[in-house]
């Protein structure tokens, strides 16, 4: 059975070969001029039989019976003859085209392309474009030209294919190929669906949004969007609905639970509009906000941590303000006193804003807070041992606790002389980081008979941890401070 078929087919394209060879054949046999007379069956008709060789009244019984548009030139381009089809395809009557001509209707540049095809008829295989037709309806025609003689007279014939459909069609194949790369390549999900709201298309972020490829799904089984506050009677038919309607929905938020994880988008849905305002579809956006409510997120928690962070310092300088008061005989020893702690507690803080809040060294902090007494800080201070990072609210301890130390090196120890030294000295440990402040270099040191609230500045203001604080001895040739930072508070250390 199969054989039989198979030799059916081989008959069938040899049949039809045959029948193209003839018609081929033919065709070139009119424009020679061989032939006299064409007989043309019809079976509604029967057989017409057209005769060339009285010239143009014979040719154009032919040319009439063609369903493509065509058109009899001299061999000078001037009209012959046109038949029906190509007055309806440049929109004008056989008498008004054969009265001001064919030329008339169209541009200086399609006139000039149909001169070119009709005097190269017969010297070359040409086949030319040219476009008729008001602005919002051009027609697209192919032209194909061959020599032929009317008569005793040499013409030429030109035939008018109409191929606007197949222009259109792959123009609207291009414009496709187009928004489907502008669809790949886009950074937020695109999807695609018809009017019952199947996807049809849907680019990579979509694919992930949706966890599966959704093309063929609803676009609820999707993305399962949870439009939250809306208490489940909003999904997103309902905006497929609307802007299948023509309305373009814009920027509602919901929750894509199918994704992993679930994301925050933002979503808007728009009709699809192709062909002369004609809605196929619509056009759905989700723009991810994860990064969007993270920095939200992000932001309403600095927003708690500076407020908290301002109350502290208000009331930490407010102690300070009360503290110093009670300890100065004079309003200009408090002015001094106060307004030095202030500036200290501004240098540590400057530094952590510069680092976020974050952590700030050890040794640009001891630097920081010596720069207002000394001069030439490299030959005055040296730092040996680990660098370490230290945490905002250690930070801002030790910064007081340096402030003190170097006020009293100023007044009555190293940093009071030319050969006074100051060495800062890092062990690392555990539960707590030593620093050790050893003066050398200055006036003999005599423990003081009196101590004033820089005394309590240094003792307790790294003992809101049991594993920290600070011990000052005065030793006779040079003051010592051991102070411990707490090892929760120290980020990082690093060899030096």
């Known amino acids: 059975m199969s054989g039989s078929t198979g030799q059916m087919n081989d008959l069938t394209q040899i049949e039809l070969k045959q029948r193209l060879e003839e018609a081929e054949e033919v065709i070139r046999a009119i424009r020679a001029g061989e032939v006299d007379a064409l007989v043309i069956g019809d079976q509604a008709i029967g057989e017409e039989i057209f005769t060339l060789e009285g010239g143009i009244e014979s040719y154009r019984s032919f ?47 399609n006139a000039a392309i149909i001169r070119d095809v009709v005097f190269s008829a017969g010297t070359e ?11 919002n309806d051009i027609r697209h025609l192919l032209l194909t030209a061959g020599r032929m003689r009317l008569g005793t007279s040499n013409a030429v014939a030109v035939s008018f294919t109409d191929i606007t459909g197949s222009i259109v069609a792959e123009q609207r194949k291009e414009a ?12 937020e999900a695109v999807v695609v669906c018809d009017l ?22 609803s676009f609820n089984a999707a993305f399962a969007l949870d439009f939250r506050g809306a208490t489940g009677l909003m999904q997103g038919e309902d905006f497929l609905e609307v802007a299948a309607g023509g309305q373009a929905v814009q920027g509602v938020e919901a929750l894509a639970a199918h994704s992993r994880p679930a994301k925050d988008v933002l979503v808007s849905a728009a009709p699809l509009v ?36 301002v109350k502290n310092t208000l009331a930490l300088v407010v102690s300070i303000a009360n503290r110093t008061a009670s300890t100065e005989e004079t309003i200009d020893g408090f002015r001094r006193a106060f307004s ?86 890092v062990t690392r440990g555990s539960p707590s980081i030593k620093i050790s402040w050893i003066e050398s270099g200055g006036p003999v040191v005599r423990e003081p008979t009196k101590k004033g609230f820089g005394d309590t500045v240094i003792s307790r203001s790294l003992q809101y941890s049991p594993n920290g ?28």
């Open 340 to 425: 030095g702690r202030i500036h200290a507690l501004a240098a540590t803080h400057n530094l952590l804003a510069d680092r976020s809040w974050g952590s700030i060294r050890l040794g640009e902090m001891v630097m920081a807070e010596l720069a207002p007494f000394v001069a030439d800080l490299h030959a005055k201070l040296k730092i040996e041992g680990d660098e370490i990072d230290i945490r905002p609210r250690a930070a801002v301890a030790l910064g007081l606790v340096v402030h003190e130390l170097a006020t009293n090196a100023v007044k009555y120890g190293a940093l009071s002389t030319e050969t006074g030294r100051i060495s800062v000295i």
């Open 274 to 309: 192709v062909g002369e305002g004609r809605v196929t579809g619509t056009v759905v956006t989700l723009v991810d906000l994860s990064r969007r409510k993270a920095a939200e997120k992000q932001q309403l928690l600095l927003m708690g941590e500076l407020d908290h962070r």
């Open 469 to 496: 604080g600070a011990e000052v001895t005065y030793k006779a040739e040079g003051v010592k401070c051991e102070i411990r930072i707490p090892a929760e508070d120290v980020e990082e250390a690093i060899a030096i």
């Open 196 to 217: 019952r709201g199947l996807v049809t298309h849907a680019n990579a972020a979509a694919v992930s949004l949706a966890n599966t490829d959704p093309v063929g799904l």
């Open 176 to 187: 496709e190929r187009t928004a489907l790369a502008i669809m790949a390549s886009a950074a």
């Open 63 to 109: 040319m009439e019976a063609m369903n493509v548009g065509a058109a009899a030139f001299d061999t000078k381009a001037n009209l012959l003859y046109a038949n029906q089809a190509l007055c309806e395809l440049v929109g004008s009557s056989p008498e008004a085209i054969l009265s001001n001509g064919l030329f008339s209707l169209l541009d200086a540049t």
């Open 125 to 135: 295989r040409n086949q030319r474009e040219v476009k008729v037709g008001p602005a």
